[in-house]
């Protein structure tokens, strides 16, 4: 008679009495889990596509359409433009520039702290701040140094950048270097000794020389007579959408310098293949979540093959892209759509197009601002909130529902998992039983074949 298992017997039959049940919560489970990879997946590409498109929102300081700013010499400075630019040609004349002041203190002397007291550094501007030179000496040794006095300017409360004071070195001879905050004539700096006792530090303090002087920046549009710009920085944005920085003052009778400003076109035609690149994206990432796989090739579909809200997300932003916003297309603008629901971007007629009509771009993308959406990026945006909108979009709803499935069919799976042990274990008690019956009558066999014998 063969030996019974009665472990192994046991395994068999709870598992062939709980398979029916097992595997369909395993196929569920693992559903659901492709459900929970492929929302994720959505919801990274669908992001992705959202943060372009808040990326390429016109504004008043950004936006698709680009210009260059160009000055026609070099060496005067640099210029830059963003949208907001207009297509021109400017000169300047460069009387001077905008420089911070800076002073330095010569023979500065290190004295006892009896000899300190309050120093006010005021500015131009009308601001000023208070410096405790009696609690400036840090190692205590009850001398102020330069260096202290240094700290002690630098760390006043008040001071916020207003001042930087700096110890210098030449020649084995120590001088306090207090330089202005800010460029231009507001910055200038003035020290208020009356705080201080008589003595060489005070007489030091009020016997600067000057290194720099505190001067705004002037420059003449139009040449020398023009429009006079005079300001404490060297960078004017008087032109709309254009921020010129000058660099070198010009000498008197030096013909003014042109600036133009200009399309660019290659940095438009960029900015419009940045909106093509990151749709196409996107379009790859629901491709991948939607393919009907192949059976003869043993490709299985994909999890949102057959998914009816998939489809009308796909439909919807398919439907905004051939919109008209303001009499135009994104094909009037070069940018057309393949029967694979690609985008592909034609230069040339993206520039004949911004030739005809300047604003084109403007209409079409438009703006993807909270408080004034518009266009193409705006209905983009707006579109795209239904699906990502934090608790109450598309994704997150979905990613709510398959959790619920996911904590039902995990609850599913530790009551079947009792159950298989209840099982396992009433199994195993019956073939043990079975198994010392069997031992038994093995024994009371073989005690007959020895007493016949």
């Known amino acids: 008679m063969a030996s019974l298992d009665p472990a192994s017997t046991a395994t068999q039959l709870a598992t062939a009495y709980t398979k029916s049940a097992q595997d369909q919560i395993t196929a569920r489970t693992t559903a659901a889990q492709r459900t929970t990879t492929g ?40 210029a830059t433009a963003t949208a907001a630019a207009q297509a021109g040609t400017y000169s300047f004349f460069v009387e001077q520039l905008a420089t911070s002041q800076q002073v330095v203190f010569e023979d500065l002397p290190a004295v006892p702290v009896a000899f300190g007291g309050p120093l006010a550094v005021q500015l131009a501007d009308g601001s000023s701040f208070t410096v405790n030179l009696v609690t400036a000496d840090n190692d205590s040794d009850g001398v102020i140094s330069q260096a202290e006095i240094a700290r002690a300017i630098n760390q006043a409360n008040g001071n916020q950048g207003k001042a930087t004071a700096s110890v210098l070195t030449v020649n084995g001879d120590t001088q306090l270097v207090l330089s202005a905050g800010a460029s231009g004539a507001n910055g200038a700096i003035a ?30 549009l139009g040449g020398q007579g ?24 010009m000498s008197a009778g030096e013909a003014p310098v042109t600036l133009t400003v200009a399309a660019d076109s290659a940095g438009t035609a960029g900015n419009v293949q940045k909106f093509v690149d990151a749709y196409n994206a996107l379009e790859k990432a629901l491709d991948g979540l939607t393919s009907v796989g192949d059976a003869e090739a043993g490709t299985a ?74 266009g ?16 109450s979009g598309q994704v997150s709803s979905r990613q709510a529902s398959v959790q619920v499935v996911q904590k039902d069919l995990a609850a599913r799976q530790l009551r079947l998992d009792a159950q298989y042990d209840n099982l396992y274990e009433r199994y195993l008690k019956q073939f043990s039983q079975l198994q010392s019956l069997q031992m038994q009558m093995s024994e009371t066999s073989s005690l007959f074949s020895t007493v016949s014998a």
């Open 39 to 78: 929302l994720t997946t959505l919801k990274t590409a669908l992001s992705a596509f959202d943060t372009a498109v808040s990326g390429l929102s016109g504004g008043v300081n950004k936006g698709l359409r680009q210009f260059s700013a160009t000055f026609a010499t070099t060496g005067i400075g640099t």
């Open 191 to 220: 020290l208020d000794t009356s705080g201080l006792p008589a003595g060489t530090l005070k007489d030091a303090f009020d016997a600067p020389h000057e290194l720099v002087a505190a001067q705004d920046a002037i420059v003449w």
């Open 226 to 249: 023009g429009v006079k710009l005079q300001q404490a920085s060297n960078t004017f944005t008087s032109i709309a959408g254009v921020s010129a920085t000058f660099t070198r003052a």
């Open 376 to 391: 193409l990026l705006g209905a983009m945006d707006t579109y795209l909130d239904v699906w990502l909108k934090s608790g």
């Open 301 to 374: 579909s994909a999890v949102f093959a057959s998914d009816a809200g998939i489809r009308s997300l796909r439909s919807r932003l398919n439907t905004i892209l051939r919109q008209d916003f303001g009499g135009k297309t994104l094909m009037d603008l070069g940018v057309k759509a393949d029967r694979n629901g690609s985008l592909t971007l034609d230069a040339a007629r993206l520039d004949k197009a911004l030739v005809a009509d300047p604003d084109a771009l403007n209409k079409v993308f438009g703006s993807a601002s909270l408080t004034a959406g518009s």
